[in-house]
């Protein structure tokens, strides 16, 4: 019995992404070969633009085995082409035995971050840009993400390829301006709590910031609280605060 064109389609697609799979019969190999080159060379262009450390850092020959592998054997769950390079980091993510440096998924997401946020397009909540940040509800803007990884990846490139991590993790403020730049920013863990503390809502940054002081168990909570106002105003400032939502509803049993 005759292929079909649908098992056409699918030799042909399998031959496109591994060409160790035989082609569908009676196409000219020059053909195939002009095939193979292009949508090959679609894939990898896209990638290297959009992870251009790892491609510098890696070297020609060993990126193009990469970006090869993830053609050939990785089954995205999208066709939109702004999604490939998040499709590139679940390739990586379950990717295993292929001697890669022990930095590379890490460098992938942080390289992907700048895409994600450029072309993040959540709603802005409700907020009051002016209202009180030590008594009303602080409110982080979804366009600021504060990021921690094992390596330090902002350094990684080709003349820095750590062998181990070192023993604090890097911890990165990564926000989209108004004028939609994607900044970004080394910052303390203090700061990486505050930030993560006001991701939760519900609580005043007066609150928060009282918080924070017995975690990280300090002596004059009043001048800590002070020194955190101020921090609160300059994040609202950059944008990585949008301003408050109001004054939060009280426990039950508060008086």
């Not at 209202?131 to 921690?148: R, Y």
């Not at 820095?160 to 990165?172: H, K, V």
């Not at 002070?226 to 939502?245: F, S, Y």
Request: aromatic share 10%.
């Amino acid at each position: 019995m005759a292929d079909t064109l649908q098992d056409q389609q699918f030799a042909l697609s399998r031959h496109l992404r591994d060409p160790s799979h035989p082609p569908p019969p009676g196409i000219e190999e020059r053909r195939l070969a002009i095939y193979r080159d292009l949508f090959f060379n679609n894939i990898e262009s896209l990638l290297a633009g959009n992870f251009p450390v790892i491609r510098q850092t890696l070297g020609d020959d060993a990126w193009r085995r990469l970006v090869r592998g993830f053609y050939a054997r990785h089954r995205s769950q999208t066709p939109l082409f702004p999604e490939i390079a998040r499709e590139f980091i679940r390739f990586l993510e379950i990717r295993t035995g292929d001697g890669d440096p022990p930095w590379l998924r890490e460098l992938a997401h942080y390289e992907w971050v700048e895409l994600a946020l450029q072309i993040a397009d959540d709603a802005t909540p409700s907020h009051d840009p002016r209202g009180d940040l030590l008594a009303d509800v602080p409110i982080v803007s979804p366009f600021a993400w504060a990021l921690a990884y094992q390596w330090p990846v902002h350094r990684i490139g080709p003349d820095f390829q750590p062998d181990l991590p070192p023993p604090e993790p890097t911890l990165l403020l990564v926000r989209r301006d108004a004028s939609h730049q994607v900044r970004f920013a080394a910052i303390s863990p203090l700061v990486y709590r505050l930030i993560e503390l006001l991701g939760e809502g519900g609580r005043s940054g007066g609150d928060i910031l009282r918080h924070l002081a017995t975690e990280a168990g300090v002596d004059d909570v009043p001048a800590f609280v002070d020194q955190g106002a101020a921090m609160l105003v300059r994040m609202r400032d950059e944008g990585t605060l949008l301003g408050t939502a109001g004054a939060p509803f009280p426990s039950v049993g508060a008086t």
